[in-house]
């Protein structure tokens, strides 16, 4: 087995998507999936997914489409099981000519004679304010495995996908050689239809929201910072606070903070209103009818979110930490996220600032505009052609 592309061969690509369940990791796959044809209709894709998450993509014809199946627990060790002693042969059985990863993980059985292209998503690892903010030793001892797996695999890669230029100077600086770094920002979608206003009604009105709101959607991990954002809500002036609310929006993957999350809540009554995961056009409500969109988080790679509220054309304010005005700019606000204070200066400012709305919307759509999943599979599908050769 090996990589190179003989005379007159179709070269084959494997596509492992395994890893890709939920969050940034699923949107990023089911977006790639959709445009990848209209940038390279030639070269054979077979794509790996697990547990249903990617069942659309197995009615196109035009894809070879393989499903595993890790059942709970520890699906992820199951799934890197898998990786490590199936996925050799696997690439024997289908020829493949090239391999590629969003998820950051090649394992350490991966044969040398197939070159593998590498993303990297998750910057946490690498983050000394997401590391602090781990209140148990075994969440912290996770990051520095994580950490570890991440730089291997990119040190081991014949190409790396860093999501930020955040993220290639972190790999830069641990060894990871940087002609073989292509920094492809993630895009994002144009913002679904929001509901019509009886069904906008009933939505705000089901889970207790009514009059001005500031926002922040993401799934409850201890790095996303929302415990600093309710202190802050909590401190704002009485003249701003009153008649406004909180609406935290999210799924609670790290159970434990939910709960201290929401207990912390609770002290400020109905004003602030914690929100289960939404679908599109839901979300697309909320995003359509907040007064401002808050993003504190300490880390990200490429703020998914981020890019969805200034596609909506709400206004924002957001993180000071890289990468976050790499993908802001000059379009939104800025504040120290290990500041409570910072963040309710933040917060009055915005909302006290007299400039239009209709001017802070269409420069928030104007910067997110930039960050297209079209350019993002263009490019990543140009990487991996120079690697096919």
């Known amino acids: 087995m090996n990589g190179r592309v003989r005379p007159g061969q179709v070269p084959t690509l494997l596509l492992d998507f395994l890893a890709a369940r939920t969050g940034g990791q699923l949107t990023r796959a089911r977006a790639f999936i959709a445009r990848v044809r209209d940038h390279d209709p030639d070269n054979r894709l077979h794509i790996l997914h697990a547990n249903g998450a990617l069942d659309f993509a197995a009615t196109r014809d035009d894809l070879v489409v393989s499903e595993m199946n890790f059942p709970p627990p520890a699906v992820a060790l199951r ?213 401002l969109f808050v993003f504190p988080s300490l880390i990200e790679n490429s703020p998914n979110i981020l890019l969805e509220a200034m596609a909506h054309g709400v206004p924002v304010i957001a993180s000071a930490v890289a990468p976050m005005p790499e993908f802001g700019g000059t379009a939104i606000g800025y504040f120290d996220p290990l500041s409570v204070d910072s963040i309710r200066q933040s917060i009055e400012q915005a909302l006290t600032d007299r400039t239009d709305r209709a001017v802070l919307a269409s420069a928030c759509r104007a910067q997110a505009a930039r960050f297209t999943w079209d350019r993002f599979t263009a490019r990543v599908v140009a990487l991996y052609r120079s690697v096919l050769g």
């Open 79 to 291: 799934r890197v099981a898998w990786q490590n002693f199936a996925l050799p042969r696997l690439l024997a059985a289908t020829n493949a000519n090239a391999y590629l990863t969003f998820s950051h993980d090649l394992p350490l059985r991966f044969p040398s004679s197939v070159p593998a292209i590498v993303g990297v998503s998750n910057l946490a690892p690498f983050s000394a304010e997401a590391r602090a903010a781990e209140t148990h030793l075994g969440a912290r001892l996770r990051l520095d495995l994580l950490a570890r797996t991440i730089v291997s695999s990119a040190r081991r890669a014949q190409a790396v996908i860093a999501l930020s230029e955040t993220c290639r100077v972190h790999l830069v600086e641990r060894g990871v050689d940087a002609s073989r770094i292509e920094v492809i920002p993630n895009g994002v979608e144009v913002p679904p239809g929001a509901l019509d206003p009886a069904e906008r009604s009933r939505l705000l009105a089901g889970y207790g929201i009514r009059g001005d709101y500031l926002l922040y959607v993401s799934h409850f991990y201890r790095y996303k910072n929302f415990g600093r954002l309710v202190d802050a809500f909590a401190a704002l002036g009485p003249a701003l606070r009153g008649g406004l609310q909180l609406v935290l929006v999210g799924k609670p993957w790290d159970a434990d903070y939910h709960r201290e999350v929401t207990q912390a809540a609770s002290a400020l009554g109905q004003s602030v209103r914690i929100v289960p995961e939404l679908s599109g056009t839901e979300l697309a409500t909320l995003y359509a009818s907040a007064r």
